[in-house]
């Protein structure tokens, strides 16, 4: 299975042949580096439905017809802008798709869609655990910690969490460090830093935290991947 990293929430993990992008916010993400209709991703899973997550992801899955899941009422916002294939689901929910199996998790966040205007709430944010190839991986979403994650760690082999640590909207190091504790991962991956300047984060400090505790953590660069 292999991870890529787009930068601020959004990867491509590609495995049994089938590609499935998880937030798409690479127009307007300054340190994007593939251009958004370069992405020829089957799926793309959605956590929430603030601009640096839903992106890119509606005219990606009108242009390639990929599959949209997400947070039921995101996924009904989806269609309603055109997307033709969409999923919902909602939190504690889990689904056996023909690419692997999904499950949401709890994310302690907003969600809505705001433009100069309007703000049209899209639900509750979720995190994903992703299950192909008998790999797990957990996508935390946007959230602050929370101690359920405890119940996703004794519940789920996670082979690789990816975690905010941005800070301000979400989890900031020390936290996210709390949740690695409880997630118990086989790796980790700081995500939602940098991209703006109020969650500007040294992710090696994270890292040298994590590894302290004797849990693995690989920062990956703007195109970098993983292969786990
Ligand atoms: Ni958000
Ligand atoms: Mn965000």
């Known amino acids: 299975m292999k991870i890529i990293f787009h930068g601020h929430s959004c990867f491509t993990i ?3 042949g089938k590609s499935v992008l998880i937030d798409p916010f ?13 992405l020829k991703p089957d799926v793309i899973l959605l956590t929430h439905g603030h601009g ?9 899955a009108k242009r390639t017809g990929a599959l949209v899941i997400a947070p039921n009422e995101l996924a009904v916002y989806c269609q309603m802008q055109g997307v033709e294939n969409v999923h919902p689901m909602h939190i504690g ?12 998790t709890q994310a302690l966040h907003g969600s809505a869609v705001i433009d100069d205007k309007t703000i049209q709430y899209t639900g509750n944010p979720c995190g994903f655990l992703l299950t192909m190839e008998e790999k797990t991986i957990y996508h ?19 082979d ?3 975690l905010p640590i941005g800070d301000n909207f979400v989890m900031g190091i020390d936290d996210a460090v709390e949740a690695v504790k409880m997630l ?3 790796i980790v991956v700081p995500m939602h830093y940098d991209t703006f300047e109020v969650i500007k984060q040294d992710p090696n400090k994270f890292k040298d935290k994590v590894e302290d505790l004797g849990f693995n953590c690989r920062v990956l660069q703007v195109g970098e991947d993983l292969i786990i």
């Open 14 to 16: 590609e495995a049994e």
């Open 26 to 38: 690479i127009t307007g993400n300054p340190l994007a580096k593939v251009d958004a209709q370069e």
């Open 52 to 60: 640096d997550h839903l992106g890119d992801a509606i005219s990606i």
């Open 93 to 104: 929910g889990a689904y056996q798709f023909d690419f692997g199996k999904v499950k949401l």
């Open 140 to 158: 935390a979403g946007d959230t602050g910690l929370f101690g359920d994650m405890e119940l996703i760690g004794r519940l789920n082999q996670i």
């Open 160 to 162: 690789a969490a990816l």
């Open 184 to 186: 118990k991962p086989n």
